[in-house]
């Protein structure tokens, strides 16, 4: 009897230990798996911008039609959440910490405000020297970045935009400027150039200052557009035409490759219950896919 006893603990324990490993191994599975959140065509050809609010409710600009901006609740439920006036399309998202939404607005060279809760919108700052405001980053403290492409010309600029609207140009005559991110602990500035396929690093100041350009990747072919850290430091970037987001470590390493069902990844953001969830928007499907990976976002993580 003492024997069966033994045999039947040992039977449990090895069905206990193989439950585990094949969920574990099922959970591990599930990383990076491209799906699609939104319908195809749910959004229009100018997909961009994602940015995800405290509550989780996932925002990305022009869905159904260019000038809005569109919300897709935890739920899962999609409508508009705001037109913008004056003709405005925007691009980047981000939130400061009031939780007020920031949007690159690049028809009129704005930086727009929404009060998320009457939804009435403001112009933050406005600088007519931008080409186009396109990507914006932002810090703790509310410090905001915005990439500037000049297409037409194969340029671009980097500008900051303080708490009190103030434009400063921090480098002109660069490549076409778009993504672009603040690390973890704030001390880097990363800018790609998405036609030289160049990502720079930046060591940036207390202040906002950004100097020690020096590369951190370059890739071989097709382009690149936005791109966000994670608590780690990782940089994950979409390759525009190449249908990827490359995982990026803080050294400049290639660490993986996520494949996407489009091909022209426009932006990207970090949401999701546990912040594990990466959106991107999609330019040739006009929707939205998700993934999830192991580590939160560096912006998600300040939200909490």
């Not at 574990?24 to 799906?35: F, M, Q, R």
């Not at 405290?54 to 897709?72: C, D, R």
């Not at 426009?266 to 999830?292: C, M, P, W």
Request: aromatic share 8%.
């Amino acid at each position: 009897m003492k024997r069966l006893i033994q045999v039947s603990c040992f039977l449990y324990l090895v069905t206990v230990l193989s439950c585990n490993t094949t969920n574990h191994n099922t959970a591990a599975e599930a990383l990076y798996k491209s799906t699609d959140l939104t319908a195809v065509n749910s959004f229009t050809s100018g997909a961009e911008g994602p940015g995800v609010d405290k509550a989780g409710n996932l925002y990305a600009v022009n869905f159904q039609h260019e000038g809005s901006v569109g919300i897709i609740t935890p739920a899962g439920q999609s409508s508009i959440f705001v037109e913008l006036p004056n003709g405005s399309v925007g691009n980047g998202i981000r939130f400061n910490s009031k939780g007020e939404m920031l949007i690159a607005d690049y028809t009129n060279h704005n930086i727009l405000k929404v009060d998320m809760a009457t939804k009435a919108i403001g112009v933050y700052a406005h600088e007519a020297a931008m080409s186009q405001p396109n990507d914006i980053a932002i810090t703790k403290k509310d410090m905001l970045f915005a990439s500037d492409p000049n297409w037409k010309a194969g340029t671009g600029s980097i500008w900051r935009i303080d708490t009190d609207g103030k434009v400063t140009l921090l480098e002109a005559n660069m490549g076409t400027a778009n993504g672009i991110e603040v690390s973890p602990d704030e001390k880097t500035l990363y800018v790609n150039e998405s036609v030289q396929r160049k990502v720079w690093a930046y060591d940036l100041s207390s202040n906002g200052n950004v100097s020690n350009k020096r590369l951190l990747i370059e890739f071989p072919d097709f382009g690149m557009d936005g791109m966000r850290c994670d608590v780690n430091g990782n940089l994950y970037i979409a390759r525009w035409g190449k249908g990827v987001v490359a995982k990026v470590s803080p050294k400049g390493e290639l660490l993986k490759e996520i494949l996407l069902s489009g091909k022209k990844c426009s932006n990207i953001a970090f949401g999701g219950a546990d912040g594990k969830t990466v959106y991107v928007t999609l330019q040739d499907r006009n929707n939205i896919e998700s993934f999830k990976v192991e580590a939160p976002g560096r912006e998600w993580k300040i939200k909490k």
